[in-house]
T-cell receptor, first 110, second 114 residues
Framework: KNQVEQSPQSLIILEGKNCTLQCNYTVSPFSNLRWYKQDTGRGPVSLTIMTFSENTKSNGRYTATLDADTKQSSLHITASQLSDSASYICVVSAGDKLTFGTGTQLKVEL | DAGVIQSPRHEVTEMGQEVTLRCKPISGHDYLFWYRQTMMRGLELLIYFNNNVPIDDSGMPEDRFSAKMPNASFSTLKIQPSEPRDSAVYFC????????????FGPGTRLLVL
């Protein structure tokens, strides 16, 4: 069964600090891996997408890594801002079908 | 483009009533997806369409749920009869052709069944 597990479930950090979110998956056949950001009350918005051959992808202060051998991905947020407070969802594609993680709830505080 | 449009944004109904959720995908997108999100289960794919044709409805919970896409610019998700356990946020998303294309999500419909 295709599964995506994320950790931690929730996280609180101080503004300006860095943090790293983890994603482990057992999805086959692997097509690509996306990280989405979902603000409260809104739909998810794509941050990064990586295919099998890519091991890192950046989008501003967000940097995603992918280790296809160990089936792990991470999302690193640098110099966090209050606006980074959101749920971060790891999504792995097998063809057209997506498997979603349950997300990491991040709160950035002053 | 206005993005994916969903209506209504909020729906409160009583158990047993019919509920219809509506979605207008981004113009030119070939794929349309319906998702349900709850605190307990996160995002779940219910059904998706390619060129208006349902491709995979294995995520539809039961016969009370049905979805249609009569044309490229409109889709509905219907629940009949609704039950309290259907309370969730329902998202519609669309994307262009190509598996690497990004899915764009609508704002969601927050459904509460009393």
């Amino acid at each position: 069964k295709n599964q995506v597990e994320q950790s931690p479930q929730s996280l609180i950090i101080l503004e300006g600090k860095n943090c790293t979110l983890q994603c482990n998956y057992t999805v086959s056949p692997f097509s690509n891996l996306r990280w989405y950001k979902q603000d409260t009350g809104r739909g998810p918005v794509s941050l990064t997408i990586m295919t099998f051959s890519e091991n890192t992808k950046s989008n501003g202060r967000y940097t995603a890594t992918l280790d296809a051998d160990t089936k792990q991905s991470s999302l690193h947020i640098t110099a966090s801002q209050l606006s980074d407070s959101a749920s971060y969802i790891c999504v792995v594609s097998a063809g057209d079908k997506l498997t979603f993680g349950t997300g990491t709830q991040l709160k950035v505080e002053l | 483009d206005a993005g994916v449009i969903q209506s209504p944004r909020h729906e409160v109904t009583e158990m047993g009533q019919e509920v219809t959720l509506r979605c207008k995908p981004i113009s030119g997108h070939d794929y349309l997806f319906w998702y349900r999100q709850t605190m307990m289960r996160g995002l779940e794919l219910l059904i998706y369409f390619n060129n208006n044709v349902p491709i995979d409805d294995s995520g539809m919970p039961e016969d009370r749920f049905s979805a249609k896409m009569p044309n490229a610019s409109f889709s509905t998700l219907k629940i009949q009869p609704s039950e309290p356990r259907d309370s969730a946020v329902y998202f519609c998303a669309s994307r262009a052709r190509g598996q690497a294309e990004t899915q764009y999500f609508g704002p969601g419909t927050r459904l509460l069944v009393l």
